[in-house]
């Protein structure tokens, strides 16, 4: 009895967690800047994901992005790509890959479905401030920030954070520097 509980429960995670094929690349440096909008629910965003490839030669690459992110640009090491964006995977062709590693830069911009959410000044308690804030862990960054979103690789990150100048921003790591930029704050 013991032996079919078991069977039945590994069949059971197994259904809930899709097959994700092995990566073709390590994610190793992340830059991203976003410009939050908190009238209209917005992020805007020009990400740089730098990797370096596992299998040579590097044909192509997939990215995890959300689906409801309008993706505008996606350039590799300076060249324009074009891309196919579907569900929440944005694909492209790279130029042959022999060595080194590749700067991917992808502008976009979106209402985000989850791991982003806007809270209104009237919804906020017990402040009645108005916040924004991410919950990425695991696999919701991608709904704002198109990049590698699973928990296996690890990879350094520096962000820059344009928020009206009510916000402040707080992230992980040291903050470099503030500076204002249309009468807006960018947090560094």
């Known amino acids: 009895m013991r032996f079919v509980v078991v069977c039945l429960l590994s069949c059971f995670v197994s259904i809930c967690f899709a097959y994700r094929p092995p990566r073709n690349y390590d994610l190793v440096d992340v ?3 976003v410009s939050l909008d908190d009238t209209t629910s917005t992020v805007h965003g020009d990400v740089t994901n730098t990797i370096r490839p596992l299998r040579f030669p590097l044909l192509a690459i997939t990215f995890d992005c959300g ?3 309008q993706v505008k640009k996606v350039q590799a090491n300076g060249k324009d790509m074009k891309f196919i964006h579907y569900g929440d995977s944005l694909t492209f062709k790279l130029p042959k890959v022999e060595k080194g590693r590749v700067a ?5 911009s979106g209402q985000p479905q989850a791991g982003m959410y806007f809270i209104p000044a009237s919804r906020a308690f017990p402040s009645h401030y108005p916040v924004i804030y991410t ?9 704002w920030l198109p990049t590698y979103d699973y928990p296996d690789d690890k990879s350094g990150s520096e962000c820059y954070i344009d928020v009206p100048t009510s916000y402040y921003a707080v992230s992980n790591g040291a903050l470099v520097g503030t500076s204002q930029k249309n009468g807006r704050k960018v947090f560094h």
Not at 104 to 108: G, K, N, P
């Open 104 to 108: 991917v830069r992808i502008v976009y």
């Open 31 to 33: 830059l991203w800047k």
């Open 67 to 69: 689906a409801a992110l």
């Open 135 to 143: 919950q990425g862990e695991m696999e919701d960054t991608r709904h």
